[in-house]
Protein backbone atom coordinates (compact mmCIF):
# COMPACT_ATOMS: atom_id res chain seq x y z
CA UNK A 1 0.00 0.00 0.00
CA UNK A 2 2.71 2.48 1.37
CA UNK A 3 4.66 1.48 -2.37
CA UNK A 4 1.54 2.12 -4.38
CA UNK A 5 0.98 5.31 -2.40
CA UNK A 6 4.85 6.56 -3.17
CA UNK A 7 4.18 5.37 -6.63
CA UNK A 8 1.18 7.60 -7.56
CA UNK A 9 3.30 10.20 -5.13
CA UNK A 10 6.01 9.69 -7.87
CA UNK A 11 3.69 9.79 -10.55
CA UNK A 12 1.90 13.13 -9.52
CA UNK A 13 5.55 14.60 -9.16
CA UNK A 14 6.42 14.18 -12.41
CA UNK A 15 2.98 15.18 -14.30
CA UNK A 16 2.81 18.30 -11.88
CA UNK A 17 6.41 19.41 -12.67
CA UNK A 18 5.86 18.39 -16.69
CA UNK A 19 2.68 20.72 -16.64
CA UNK A 20 4.61 23.40 -14.77
CA UNK A 21 7.27 23.85 -17.08
CA UNK A 22 6.56 21.87 -20.16
CA UNK A 23 5.11 24.14 -22.87
CA UNK A 24 2.38 26.00 -22.00
CA UNK A 25 1.34 27.03 -25.32
CA UNK A 26 0.58 22.87 -26.43
CA UNK A 27 -0.76 22.55 -22.89
CA UNK A 28 -3.32 25.76 -23.58
CA UNK A 29 -4.26 24.35 -27.33
CA UNK A 30 -4.96 21.06 -25.71
CA UNK A 31 -7.34 22.36 -22.90
CA UNK A 32 -8.99 24.86 -25.21
CA UNK A 33 -9.72 21.79 -27.29
CA UNK A 34 -11.28 19.67 -24.62
CA UNK A 35 -13.04 22.68 -23.45
CA UNK A 36 -15.06 22.98 -26.91
CA UNK A 37 -15.79 19.60 -27.37
CA UNK A 38 -16.96 19.31 -23.65
CA UNK A 39 -19.35 22.59 -24.78
CA UNK A 40 -20.48 20.43 -27.75
CA UNK A 41 -21.09 17.76 -25.64
CA UNK A 42 -24.06 19.82 -23.63
CA UNK A 43 -25.11 22.18 -26.21
CA UNK A 44 -27.23 20.28 -28.26
CA UNK A 45 -28.59 18.31 -25.07
CA UNK A 46 -29.44 21.75 -23.70
CA UNK A 47 -31.09 22.71 -26.63
CA UNK A 48 -33.08 19.83 -27.22
CA UNK A 49 -34.34 19.99 -23.30
CA UNK A 50 -35.17 23.88 -24.06
CA UNK A 51 -37.16 22.78 -26.92
CA UNK A 52 -39.10 20.20 -24.57
CA UNK A 53 -39.12 22.95 -21.89
CA UNK A 54 -40.81 25.45 -24.19
CA UNK A 55 -42.84 23.54 -25.80
CA UNK A 56 -44.26 22.13 -22.74
CA UNK A 57 -44.36 25.61 -21.38
CA UNK A 58 -46.33 27.02 -24.48
CA UNK A 59 -48.33 23.73 -24.42
CA UNK A 60 -49.83 24.56 -20.91
CA UNK A 61 -49.83 28.36 -20.90
CA UNK A 62 -51.33 28.90 -24.43
CA UNK A 63 -52.79 25.58 -26.01
CA UNK A 64 -54.13 22.99 -23.38
CA UNK A 65 -53.20 24.09 -19.85
CA UNK A 66 -52.03 21.04 -17.82
CA UNK A 67 -54.82 18.64 -18.32
CA UNK A 68 -57.53 18.14 -20.76
CA UNK A 69 -61.29 16.66 -20.28
CA UNK A 70 -62.38 16.12 -24.05
CA UNK A 71 -66.21 14.62 -24.83
CA UNK A 72 -66.90 11.44 -24.27
CA UNK A 73 -66.25 8.83 -27.24
CA UNK A 74 -69.14 9.41 -29.81
CA UNK A 75 -69.82 13.15 -28.27
CA UNK A 76 -68.91 16.02 -30.24
CA UNK A 77 -69.27 18.07 -27.23
CA UNK A 78 -69.62 18.36 -23.16
CA UNK A 79 -72.61 18.72 -22.06
CA UNK A 80 -73.39 20.75 -18.77
CA UNK A 81 -70.24 22.12 -18.47
CA UNK A 82 -70.95 24.56 -15.71
CA UNK A 83 -71.54 21.38 -13.26
CA UNK A 84 -68.81 19.43 -14.45
CA UNK A 85 -66.36 22.52 -14.04
CA UNK A 86 -67.65 22.96 -10.81
CA UNK A 87 -66.84 19.28 -9.77
CA UNK A 88 -63.41 20.21 -11.67
CA UNK A 89 -62.26 22.94 -9.36
CA UNK A 90 -63.31 20.61 -6.12
CA UNK A 91 -60.52 18.86 -6.86
CA UNK A 92 -57.44 20.08 -4.57
CA UNK A 93 -54.53 21.81 -6.65
CA UNK A 94 -57.11 22.08 -9.47
CA UNK A 95 -56.57 26.32 -9.81
CA UNK A 96 -58.65 27.04 -12.99
CA UNK A 97 -60.76 25.89 -15.91
CA UNK A 98 -61.51 27.13 -18.67
CA UNK A 99 -64.43 25.63 -21.10
CA UNK A 100 -63.41 26.07 -25.46
CA UNK A 101 -66.06 25.60 -28.03
CA UNK A 102 -63.36 25.03 -30.90
CA UNK A 103 -64.99 25.88 -34.39
CA UNK A 104 -63.54 25.62 -37.86
CA UNK A 105 -64.32 29.03 -39.33
CA UNK A 106 -63.54 31.21 -42.31
CA UNK A 107 -62.36 35.16 -41.78
CA UNK A 108 -63.07 37.84 -44.18
CA UNK A 109 -61.15 41.14 -44.17
CA UNK A 110 -60.55 43.45 -46.85
CA UNK A 111 -60.79 41.02 -49.83
CA UNK A 112 -58.49 38.46 -48.26
CA UNK A 113 -59.95 35.34 -46.67
CA UNK A 114 -58.21 32.25 -44.40
CA UNK A 115 -58.98 29.07 -42.84
CA UNK A 116 -58.75 29.07 -38.68
CA UNK A 117 -59.75 27.80 -35.75
CA UNK A 118 -62.02 29.78 -33.73
CA UNK A 119 -62.44 29.29 -30.29
CA UNK A 120 -65.09 30.49 -27.49
CA UNK A 121 -64.11 31.06 -24.31
CA UNK A 122 -65.37 32.48 -21.07
CA UNK A 123 -62.42 35.34 -20.69
CA UNK A 124 -62.71 35.36 -17.12
CA UNK A 125 -61.78 31.54 -17.05
CA UNK A 126 -59.28 32.01 -19.61
CA UNK A 127 -57.63 34.19 -17.76
CA UNK A 128 -57.53 31.98 -14.93
CA UNK A 129 -56.11 29.16 -17.14
CA UNK A 130 -53.76 30.22 -19.80
CA UNK A 131 -52.12 33.03 -20.03
CA UNK A 132 -52.67 34.63 -23.74
CA UNK A 133 -54.32 37.74 -22.18
CA UNK A 134 -50.94 37.93 -20.98
CA UNK A 135 -49.74 38.59 -24.23
CA UNK A 136 -51.25 41.40 -25.66
CA UNK A 137 -49.33 43.15 -27.99
CA UNK A 138 -52.33 45.62 -29.14
CA UNK A 139 -56.03 46.14 -27.44
CA UNK A 140 -57.27 43.95 -25.05
CA UNK A 141 -58.43 40.76 -24.47
CA UNK A 142 -61.68 40.13 -24.27
CA UNK A 143 -64.19 40.44 -21.22
CA UNK A 144 -67.17 38.70 -20.32
CA UNK A 145 -70.37 39.95 -22.07
CA UNK A 146 -68.37 40.81 -25.41
CA UNK A 147 -70.36 39.75 -28.26
CA UNK A 148 -69.44 41.57 -31.37
CA UNK A 149 -65.77 41.56 -30.45
CA UNK A 150 -62.92 38.82 -31.77
CA UNK A 151 -59.39 38.81 -30.52
CA UNK A 152 -56.70 37.03 -32.79
CA UNK A 153 -52.87 35.86 -32.30
CA UNK A 154 -50.29 38.22 -34.80
CA UNK A 155 -49.59 35.14 -37.49
CA UNK A 156 -53.57 35.00 -37.98
CA UNK A 157 -53.68 39.04 -38.13
CA UNK A 158 -50.56 39.46 -40.81
CA UNK A 159 -49.15 42.34 -41.64
CA UNK A 160 -49.71 44.53 -44.54
CA UNK A 161 -48.72 43.42 -47.91
CA UNK A 162 -47.10 40.53 -46.46
CA UNK A 163 -48.61 36.80 -47.36
CA UNK A 164 -48.80 34.27 -43.97
CA UNK A 165 -46.35 31.89 -46.00
CA UNK A 166 -48.69 29.29 -45.34
CA UNK A 167 -50.00 29.93 -42.41
CA UNK A 168 -53.41 31.65 -41.92
CA UNK A 169 -53.38 35.43 -42.62
CA UNK A 170 -55.72 38.22 -43.26
CA UNK A 171 -52.93 40.29 -44.19
CA UNK A 172 -52.76 43.57 -41.72
CA UNK A 173 -55.79 43.30 -39.57
CA UNK A 174 -55.70 46.14 -36.98
CA UNK A 175 -57.17 46.74 -33.47
CA UNK A 176 -60.44 48.29 -34.59
CA UNK A 177 -60.99 46.80 -37.37
CA UNK A 178 -63.94 44.55 -38.59
CA UNK A 179 -63.29 41.34 -39.75
CA UNK A 180 -66.17 38.48 -41.10
CA UNK A 181 -66.76 34.81 -39.90
CA UNK A 182 -68.53 32.50 -41.38
CA UNK A 183 -69.44 29.50 -39.51
CA UNK A 184 -69.74 26.05 -40.63
CA UNK A 185 -73.16 26.49 -39.94
CA UNK A 186 -73.29 29.18 -42.59
CA UNK A 187 -74.26 31.85 -40.42
CA UNK A 188 -71.80 34.21 -40.96
CA UNK A 189 -70.91 37.20 -38.14
CA UNK A 190 -69.16 40.97 -37.90
CA UNK A 191 -66.98 41.10 -35.04
CA UNK A 192 -64.66 44.16 -34.19
CA UNK A 193 -61.44 43.28 -33.27
CA UNK A 194 -60.50 44.33 -30.15
CA UNK A 195 -56.74 42.75 -29.16
CA UNK A 196 -54.33 41.10 -30.96
CA UNK A 197 -51.85 38.86 -28.78
CA UNK A 198 -48.28 37.15 -29.42
CA UNK A 199 -47.73 33.76 -27.53
CA UNK A 200 -44.59 32.94 -30.76
CA UNK A 201 -46.80 29.49 -30.39
CA UNK A 202 -47.52 29.08 -33.62
CA UNK A 203 -50.70 26.79 -33.11
CA UNK A 204 -52.04 29.75 -31.04
CA UNK A 205 -50.85 32.63 -32.72
CA UNK A 206 -53.21 31.64 -36.17
CA UNK A 207 -56.29 31.34 -33.81
CA UNK A 208 -58.81 33.45 -32.88
CA UNK A 209 -61.11 34.10 -29.58
CA UNK A 210 -65.12 34.95 -28.95
CA UNK A 211 -66.57 35.01 -25.97
CA UNK A 212 -68.79 31.22 -25.42
CA UNK A 213 -72.00 33.11 -24.99
CA UNK A 214 -71.21 34.45 -28.88
CA UNK A 215 -70.03 31.06 -30.49
CA UNK A 216 -72.78 29.64 -28.46
CA UNK A 217 -75.79 31.71 -29.40
CA UNK A 218 -73.97 31.44 -33.77
CA UNK A 219 -73.91 27.54 -33.11
CA UNK A 220 -77.41 27.11 -31.02
CA UNK A 221 -75.30 24.98 -28.30
CA UNK A 222 -76.53 25.28 -24.78
CA UNK A 223 -73.67 24.93 -21.85
CA UNK A 224 -71.68 22.44 -23.69
CA UNK A 225 -67.97 22.94 -24.56
CA UNK A 226 -65.65 21.11 -27.45
CA UNK A 227 -63.11 20.98 -24.40
CA UNK A 228 -62.21 22.04 -21.15
CA UNK A 229 -59.00 22.91 -20.29
CA UNK A 230 -57.63 22.56 -16.44
CA UNK A 231 -54.82 24.58 -15.02
CA UNK A 232 -53.13 23.11 -11.69
CA UNK A 233 -51.45 24.31 -9.33
CA UNK A 234 -47.99 22.70 -10.15
CA UNK A 235 -46.27 21.79 -13.27
CA UNK A 236 -45.34 18.25 -13.97
CA UNK A 237 -47.88 16.35 -11.59
CA UNK A 238 -50.33 15.96 -14.46
CA UNK A 239 -50.74 12.16 -14.10
CA UNK A 240 -51.63 12.48 -10.44
CA UNK A 241 -53.87 15.13 -11.47
CA UNK A 242 -55.14 12.91 -13.80
CA UNK A 243 -56.01 10.22 -11.24
CA UNK A 244 -57.58 12.31 -9.07
CA UNK A 245 -60.28 13.43 -11.40
CA UNK A 246 -60.97 9.99 -12.33
CA UNK A 247 -61.22 9.42 -9.10
CA UNK A 248 -63.98 12.29 -8.56
CA UNK A 249 -66.23 10.47 -11.43
CA UNK A 250 -65.27 11.98 -14.43
CA UNK A 251 -66.70 10.57 -16.83
CA UNK A 252 -65.24 13.06 -19.90
CA UNK A 253 -62.06 11.72 -21.07
CA UNK A 254 -59.21 12.97 -19.55
CA UNK A 255 -55.50 13.55 -20.85
CA UNK A 256 -52.84 15.16 -19.54
CA UNK A 257 -51.33 17.70 -21.89
CA UNK A 258 -47.79 15.49 -22.90
CA UNK A 259 -50.43 12.67 -24.00
CA UNK A 260 -52.06 15.00 -26.18
CA UNK A 261 -48.87 16.33 -27.59
CA UNK A 262 -46.26 13.03 -26.91
CA UNK A 263 -46.54 12.04 -30.45
CA UNK A 264 -44.92 15.14 -32.16
CA UNK A 265 -43.10 16.04 -29.51
CA UNK A 266 -41.31 12.27 -29.31
CA UNK A 267 -41.10 12.25 -32.96
CA UNK A 268 -39.17 15.69 -32.59
CA UNK A 269 -37.11 14.53 -29.77
CA UNK A 270 -35.74 10.65 -31.77
CA UNK A 271 -34.79 12.92 -34.72
CA UNK A 272 -33.11 15.22 -31.99
CA UNK A 273 -31.25 12.00 -30.45
CA UNK A 274 -30.02 10.96 -33.45
CA UNK A 275 -28.26 14.09 -34.25
CA UNK A 276 -26.89 14.46 -30.98
CA UNK A 277 -25.73 10.59 -30.70
CA UNK A 278 -23.96 11.23 -33.64
CA UNK A 279 -22.67 14.85 -32.76
CA UNK A 280 -21.52 13.16 -29.43
CA UNK A 281 -19.33 10.48 -31.32
CA UNK A 282 -17.47 13.05 -33.46
CA UNK A 283 -17.26 15.30 -30.34
CA UNK A 284 -15.29 12.02 -28.44
CA UNK A 285 -13.38 11.09 -31.14
CA UNK A 286 -12.25 14.26 -31.53
CA UNK A 287 -11.11 14.12 -27.96
CA UNK A 288 -9.38 10.84 -28.37
CA UNK A 289 -7.51 11.81 -31.46
CA UNK A 290 -6.49 14.55 -29.69
CA UNK A 291 -5.59 13.63 -26.27
CA UNK A 292 -4.02 10.54 -27.88
CA UNK A 293 -2.03 12.85 -30.61
CA UNK A 294 -0.57 15.14 -27.41
CA UNK A 295 0.14 12.15 -25.27
CA UNK A 296 1.85 9.57 -28.15
CA UNK A 297 4.29 13.24 -29.63
CA UNK A 298 4.96 13.48 -25.47
CA UNK A 299 5.90 10.09 -25.00
CA UNK A 300 7.95 9.26 -28.49
CA UNK A 301 9.64 12.88 -27.54
CA UNK A 302 10.53 11.64 -24.43
CA UNK A 303 11.42 7.92 -25.24
CA UNK A 304 14.90 8.15 -24.02
CA UNK A 305 14.01 10.04 -21.15
CA UNK A 306 11.32 7.16 -19.78
CA UNK A 307 14.01 4.55 -21.04
CA UNK A 308 16.34 6.27 -18.18
CA UNK A 309 13.70 6.72 -15.75
CA UNK A 310 13.18 2.72 -16.18
CA UNK A 311 17.05 2.51 -15.59
CA UNK A 312 16.99 4.29 -12.54
CA UNK A 313 14.99 2.20 -10.92
CA UNK A 314 11.53 3.67 -11.45
CA UNK A 315 8.74 1.38 -12.36
CA UNK A 316 6.90 1.62 -15.70
CA UNK A 317 3.60 2.13 -14.11
CA UNK A 318 4.60 4.91 -12.14
CA UNK A 319 5.87 6.44 -15.57
CA UNK A 320 2.72 5.57 -17.26
CA UNK A 321 0.31 7.21 -14.03
CA UNK A 322 2.38 10.01 -14.46
CA UNK A 323 1.15 10.55 -18.69
CA UNK A 324 -2.91 9.48 -17.35
CA UNK A 325 -2.37 12.28 -14.35
CA UNK A 326 -1.10 14.69 -16.92
CA UNK A 327 -4.26 13.83 -18.88
CA UNK A 328 -6.42 13.75 -15.92
CA UNK A 329 -5.36 17.34 -15.27
CA UNK A 330 -5.67 18.61 -18.75
CA UNK A 331 -9.48 17.23 -19.21
CA UNK A 332 -10.41 18.47 -15.93
CA UNK A 333 -9.19 22.06 -16.65
CA UNK A 334 -10.60 21.45 -19.78
CA UNK A 335 -13.90 20.64 -18.33
CA UNK A 336 -14.05 23.49 -16.03
CA UNK A 337 -13.23 25.70 -18.88
CA UNK A 338 -15.78 24.35 -21.00
CA UNK A 339 -18.26 25.09 -18.51
CA UNK A 340 -17.33 28.59 -18.19
CA UNK A 341 -17.62 28.26 -21.62
CA UNK A 342 -21.05 26.64 -21.64
CA UNK A 343 -22.70 28.84 -19.00
CA UNK A 344 -21.18 31.74 -21.08
CA UNK A 345 -23.28 30.36 -24.10
CA UNK A 346 -25.96 29.86 -21.83
CA UNK A 347 -26.71 33.02 -20.75
CA UNK A 348 -25.70 34.47 -23.98
CA UNK A 349 -28.69 32.45 -26.02
CA UNK A 350 -31.37 33.28 -22.66
CA UNK A 351 -30.60 36.39 -23.23
CA UNK A 352 -31.22 36.13 -27.21
CA UNK A 353 -33.20 32.46 -26.96
CA UNK A 354 -33.26 30.62 -30.50
CA UNK A 355 -37.01 30.87 -32.11
CA UNK A 356 -38.13 27.82 -32.85
CA UNK A 357 -41.81 27.46 -34.15
CA UNK A 358 -42.86 25.97 -30.80
CA UNK A 359 -41.65 29.28 -28.77
CA UNK A 360 -38.45 30.90 -28.12
CA UNK A 361 -36.06 28.11 -27.16
CA UNK A 362 -33.99 28.60 -24.10
CA UNK A 363 -30.92 26.11 -23.06
CA UNK A 364 -31.56 23.91 -20.14
CA UNK A 365 -28.51 22.87 -19.23
CA UNK A 366 -29.00 19.47 -17.02
CA UNK A 367 -27.13 18.05 -14.34
CA UNK A 368 -27.18 14.85 -16.07
CA UNK A 369 -26.12 15.79 -19.31
CA UNK A 370 -23.08 17.67 -17.91
CA UNK A 371 -21.86 14.66 -15.63
CA UNK A 372 -22.19 12.67 -18.11
CA UNK A 373 -20.09 14.82 -20.48
CA UNK A 374 -17.57 14.92 -18.13
CA UNK A 375 -17.57 11.43 -17.27
CA UNK A 376 -17.41 9.77 -20.78
CA UNK A 377 -14.73 12.98 -21.81
CA UNK A 378 -12.52 11.60 -18.61
CA UNK A 379 -13.38 7.98 -19.79
CA UNK A 380 -11.70 8.74 -23.25
CA UNK A 381 -9.60 11.02 -22.42
CA UNK A 382 -8.05 8.79 -20.19
CA UNK A 383 -7.97 5.73 -22.19
CA UNK A 384 -6.37 7.88 -25.10
CA UNK A 385 -3.73 8.90 -22.71
CA UNK A 386 -2.94 5.47 -21.30
CA UNK A 387 -2.49 3.73 -24.64
CA UNK A 388 0.56 5.77 -26.06
CA UNK A 389 2.16 6.05 -23.13
CA UNK A 390 1.32 2.05 -21.99
CA UNK A 391 3.13 1.40 -25.54
CA UNK A 392 6.27 3.34 -25.20
CA UNK A 393 6.35 2.68 -21.30
CA UNK A 394 6.85 -0.72 -21.98
CA UNK A 395 9.28 -0.57 -24.38
CA UNK A 396 12.56 -2.75 -23.90
CA UNK A 397 14.83 -0.40 -21.44
CA UNK A 398 17.90 -0.09 -23.71
CA UNK A 399 15.07 0.63 -27.12
CA UNK A 400 14.43 3.65 -25.54
CA UNK A 401 17.14 4.84 -24.44
CA UNK A 402 18.66 4.75 -27.62
CA UNK A 403 15.91 6.20 -28.91
CA UNK B 1 30.24 -8.10 -4.88
CA UNK B 2 29.54 -8.77 -8.54
CA UNK B 3 30.19 -12.06 -9.88
CA UNK B 4 29.79 -12.71 -13.79
CA UNK B 5 30.09 -15.87 -15.15
CA UNK B 6 30.51 -16.99 -19.13
CA UNK B 7 28.56 -14.19 -19.85
CA UNK B 8 27.56 -14.68 -23.78
CA UNK B 9 25.43 -11.89 -25.84
CA UNK B 10 24.27 -12.19 -29.40
CA UNK B 11 21.92 -9.57 -30.47
CA UNK B 12 20.51 -9.93 -34.42
CA UNK B 13 20.25 -7.40 -36.41
CA UNK B 14 18.06 -7.80 -39.75
CA UNK B 15 19.86 -11.63 -41.25
CA UNK B 16 22.88 -10.88 -39.45
CA UNK B 17 23.67 -11.95 -35.85
CA UNK B 18 26.63 -10.05 -34.17
CA UNK B 19 28.15 -11.56 -31.10
CA UNK B 20 28.32 -8.51 -28.54
CA UNK B 21 29.79 -10.77 -25.64
CA UNK B 22 31.60 -14.40 -26.51
CA UNK B 23 31.64 -15.96 -22.70
CA UNK B 24 33.02 -13.28 -20.56
CA UNK B 25 33.71 -13.61 -16.36
CA UNK B 26 34.18 -11.12 -14.47
CA UNK B 27 34.22 -10.43 -10.56
CA UNK B 28 34.64 -7.21 -9.18
CA UNK B 29 34.97 -7.07 -5.47
CA UNK B 30 33.74 -4.25 -3.46
CA UNK B 31 35.53 -0.93 -2.90
CA UNK B 32 36.82 -1.49 -6.37
CA UNK B 33 37.04 0.65 -9.14
CA UNK B 34 36.93 -0.90 -12.50
CA UNK B 35 37.42 0.31 -15.66
CA UNK B 36 35.89 -1.60 -18.43
CA UNK B 37 37.92 -0.31 -21.76
CA UNK B 38 38.08 -1.98 -25.90
CA UNK B 39 37.49 -0.70 -28.68
CA UNK B 40 34.08 0.03 -29.99
CA UNK B 41 32.07 -3.00 -30.86
CA UNK B 42 33.99 -4.89 -27.94
CA UNK B 43 31.34 -5.50 -25.74
CA UNK B 44 32.23 -3.18 -22.97
CA UNK B 45 28.58 -1.19 -22.93
CA UNK B 46 26.79 -5.01 -23.33
CA UNK B 47 28.52 -5.89 -20.40
CA UNK B 48 27.83 -3.15 -18.44
CA UNK B 49 24.07 -3.37 -19.61
CA UNK B 50 23.97 -6.86 -18.22
CA UNK B 51 25.90 -5.98 -15.04
CA UNK B 52 23.48 -2.89 -14.38
CA UNK B 53 20.63 -5.29 -15.10
CA UNK B 54 19.24 -3.68 -18.31
CA UNK B 55 20.16 -6.36 -20.54
CA UNK B 56 19.87 -9.99 -20.29
CA UNK B 57 22.74 -12.58 -21.30
CA UNK B 58 21.81 -15.26 -23.89
CA UNK B 59 23.81 -17.35 -20.98
CA UNK B 60 25.87 -17.09 -18.09
CA UNK B 61 25.61 -15.70 -14.91
CA UNK B 62 25.29 -12.38 -12.51
CA UNK B 63 25.42 -12.52 -8.91
CA UNK B 64 25.40 -9.18 -7.20
CA UNK B 65 26.30 -9.79 -3.28
CA UNK B 66 24.87 -12.44 -3.20
CA UNK B 67 21.37 -12.44 -5.38
CA UNK B 68 21.00 -14.32 -9.21
CA UNK B 69 19.81 -10.92 -10.49
CA UNK B 70 19.07 -12.80 -14.07
CA UNK B 71 16.18 -14.96 -11.75
CA UNK B 72 14.52 -11.87 -10.98
CA UNK B 73 11.24 -10.87 -12.43
CA UNK B 74 10.95 -7.95 -14.03
CA UNK B 75 9.51 -5.69 -11.69
CA UNK B 76 12.31 -6.93 -8.74
CA UNK B 77 15.00 -6.45 -10.94
CA UNK B 78 13.39 -2.80 -11.05
CA UNK B 79 13.32 -2.39 -7.79
CA UNK B 80 16.76 -3.94 -7.52
CA UNK B 81 18.28 -1.04 -9.99
CA UNK B 82 16.65 1.04 -7.73
CA UNK B 83 18.01 0.21 -4.12
CA UNK B 84 21.17 -1.50 -5.17
CA UNK B 85 22.50 0.47 -8.31
CA UNK B 86 23.51 4.00 -9.10
CA UNK B 87 24.05 4.64 -12.93
CA UNK B 88 25.39 7.56 -14.86
CA UNK B 89 24.63 7.68 -18.41
CA UNK B 90 27.26 9.44 -21.41
CA UNK B 91 24.62 12.35 -21.62
CA UNK B 92 23.82 12.62 -18.07
CA UNK B 93 20.57 11.75 -19.08
CA UNK B 94 18.94 14.59 -16.82
CA UNK B 95 15.30 15.65 -16.48
CA UNK B 96 14.54 18.78 -18.42
CA UNK B 97 11.59 19.93 -16.35
CA UNK B 98 13.34 19.02 -12.90
CA UNK B 99 15.91 21.12 -10.78
CA UNK B 100 18.98 19.26 -9.78
CA UNK B 101 17.69 18.68 -6.39
CA UNK B 102 14.70 17.57 -7.79
CA UNK B 103 16.37 15.43 -10.14
CA UNK B 104 18.44 14.11 -7.62
CA UNK B 105 15.77 13.29 -4.73
CA UNK B 106 13.13 11.47 -7.89
CA UNK B 107 14.36 7.95 -6.96
CA UNK B 108 14.22 8.40 -2.93
CA UNK B 109 10.75 9.37 -3.37
CA UNK B 110 9.98 6.02 -5.15
CA UNK B 111 11.53 4.63 -2.42
CA UNK B 112 8.86 6.28 -0.03
CA UNK B 113 11.53 8.47 1.95
CA UNK B 114 10.16 10.82 4.63
CA UNK B 115 10.60 14.73 2.49
CA UNK B 116 13.30 15.84 5.17
CA UNK B 117 15.18 13.00 4.91
CA UNK B 118 15.93 12.65 1.07
CA UNK B 119 16.07 16.32 0.92
CA UNK B 120 18.52 16.51 3.78
CA UNK B 121 20.36 13.76 1.61
CA UNK B 122 20.37 15.13 -1.71
CA UNK B 123 21.32 18.74 -0.59
CA UNK B 124 24.35 16.93 0.90
CA UNK B 125 25.20 14.95 -2.14
CA UNK B 126 24.70 18.16 -4.12
CA UNK B 127 27.33 19.58 -2.20
CA UNK B 128 29.48 16.51 -1.76
CA UNK B 129 29.79 16.99 -5.84
CA UNK B 130 30.42 20.49 -5.84
CA UNK B 131 26.74 21.93 -6.68
CA UNK B 132 25.67 23.28 -3.56
CA UNK B 133 24.65 26.95 -4.86
CA UNK B 134 23.34 25.45 -7.90
CA UNK B 135 20.73 23.16 -6.27
CA UNK B 136 17.76 24.66 -7.94
CA UNK B 137 19.05 25.06 -11.51
CA UNK B 138 17.46 22.87 -14.25
CA UNK B 139 18.96 21.29 -16.70
CA UNK B 140 19.33 23.84 -19.12
CA UNK B 141 20.80 26.03 -16.65
CA UNK B 142 24.11 23.81 -15.68
CA UNK B 143 27.18 22.92 -17.73
CA UNK B 144 27.68 19.87 -19.38
CA UNK B 145 30.40 19.04 -16.41
CA UNK B 146 27.61 20.45 -13.71
CA UNK B 147 25.02 18.05 -15.66
CA UNK B 148 26.99 15.26 -15.05
CA UNK B 149 27.90 16.07 -11.68
CA UNK B 150 24.26 16.34 -11.40
CA UNK B 151 23.67 12.81 -12.49
CA UNK B 152 26.72 11.49 -10.47
CA UNK B 153 24.97 12.82 -7.40
CA UNK B 154 21.53 11.09 -8.33
CA UNK B 155 23.60 7.41 -8.90
CA UNK B 156 24.65 7.99 -5.39
CA UNK B 157 21.89 9.53 -3.56
CA UNK B 158 20.29 5.72 -2.19
CA UNK B 159 23.95 4.64 -1.20
CA UNK B 160 23.94 2.16 -4.17
CA UNK B 161 25.85 -1.35 -3.72
CA UNK B 162 27.19 -0.32 -7.03
CA UNK B 163 28.15 2.42 -9.42
CA UNK B 164 28.31 1.98 -13.01
CA UNK B 165 29.22 4.71 -15.58
CA UNK B 166 29.17 4.41 -19.48
CA UNK B 167 31.43 6.51 -20.62
CA UNK B 168 30.30 9.61 -18.39
CA UNK B 169 33.12 12.15 -19.70
CA UNK B 170 32.28 10.89 -23.67
CA UNK B 171 30.85 14.23 -23.77
CA UNK B 172 32.88 16.56 -21.66
CA UNK B 173 36.42 18.57 -22.47
CA UNK B 174 39.37 17.16 -20.60
CA UNK B 175 39.35 19.50 -18.02
CA UNK B 176 35.89 18.83 -16.44
CA UNK B 177 36.73 15.09 -17.47
CA UNK B 178 39.43 15.51 -14.98
CA UNK B 179 36.90 17.07 -12.40
CA UNK B 180 34.41 13.94 -12.51
CA UNK B 181 37.06 11.24 -12.55
CA UNK B 182 38.56 13.26 -9.26
CA UNK B 183 34.97 12.82 -7.82
CA UNK B 184 34.85 9.02 -9.10
CA UNK B 185 38.70 8.48 -7.22
CA UNK B 186 37.55 10.52 -4.20
CA UNK B 187 33.98 8.03 -3.67
CA UNK B 188 35.78 5.38 -4.18
CA UNK B 189 38.28 5.43 -2.24
CA UNK B 190 36.89 7.81 0.89
CA UNK B 191 33.35 5.86 1.02
CA UNK B 192 34.73 2.87 -0.44
CA UNK B 193 32.20 3.01 -3.41
CA UNK B 194 32.35 0.44 -6.20
CA UNK B 195 32.40 1.36 -9.20
CA UNK B 196 32.53 -0.23 -12.61
CA UNK B 197 33.37 2.62 -15.08
CA UNK B 198 33.38 2.12 -18.94
CA UNK B 199 35.65 4.28 -21.35
CA UNK B 200 37.73 4.10 -24.32
CA UNK B 201 40.27 7.25 -23.04
CA UNK B 202 43.61 5.63 -21.82
CA UNK B 203 44.57 8.53 -19.59
CA UNK B 204 41.62 7.18 -17.67
CA UNK B 205 43.29 4.04 -16.44
CA UNK B 206 45.46 6.01 -14.04
CA UNK B 207 41.70 6.51 -12.00
CA UNK B 208 41.20 2.82 -12.19
CA UNK B 209 42.17 -0.17 -9.77
CA UNK B 210 41.81 -2.54 -12.33
CA UNK B 211 41.09 -2.48 -15.85
CA UNK B 212 39.57 -5.06 -18.09
CA UNK B 213 40.36 -4.70 -21.72
CA UNK B 214 37.76 -6.48 -23.86
CA UNK B 215 38.34 -7.17 -27.54
CA UNK B 216 35.70 -8.63 -29.75
CA UNK B 217 33.29 -9.83 -27.12
CA UNK B 218 36.15 -11.49 -24.88
CA UNK B 219 38.39 -10.24 -22.28
CA UNK B 220 41.54 -9.34 -23.72
CA UNK B 221 43.64 -8.18 -20.74
CA UNK B 222 43.32 -7.60 -17.01
CA UNK B 223 45.63 -4.72 -15.57
CA UNK B 224 45.98 -3.68 -12.05
CA UNK B 225 46.76 -0.18 -12.50
CA UNK B 226 46.23 2.82 -9.26
CA UNK B 227 46.44 0.33 -6.66
CA UNK B 228 48.79 -2.17 -8.37
Known sequence: MTAVFAGLKVSAFLAWKTIERGNTGTLALTIMIIALIFVNLIFLPSIISGVVETFNTQSIDFDLGNIVVEPREGSQYIGGVTGLQKKIERVPGIIGTSPRIAVGVTLFYRGSNTASTLYGITP????????????????EFLANGDTDAIVMGAILAGREGEEGGG??????????????????????????VKGIFETQSFGVDTAAFVTGDEASEVLGLHDQASVILVKTEVDGREEGYKRELLSYGIQEEVWTFREKTGGVLDQAIQSFNIINTISTLVSLIIAVVVVFIVIFINTVNRRRQIGILKAIGIDQQIIINSYVLQVLFITAVGALAGIVLAAGMTAYLTAYPLVFPGGPVYPVVETSA????????????VLAGYIPAWQIAREDILSAIRG | MIVAEDLTRVYTMGRVKVRALGGVSLTVARGEFVGIMGASGSGKSTLLHILGLLDRPDSGSVTIDGTDVLALSDHRRTLFRLNRLGYVFQDYALIGELTALENVYLTSLVRGDQKEEYLGKSTEILRRVGLGDRINHRQSELSGGEQQRVAIARALVNNPSILLADEPCANLDSQTSKSILDLFARLNEELDQTIVMVSHEDWHKEYFCRVVTLRDGLIEEVTECRRA
Do not use: H
Request: hydrophobic fraction near 35%; avoid cysteine; charged fraction near 30%.
Open chain 1, 167 to 192: LPSLEGVMVGDSVEVAYPNDETRTYR
Open chain 1, 124 to 139: EDERSTTRIADFMTEG
Open chain 1, 370 to 381: VLRSIASLFAVS
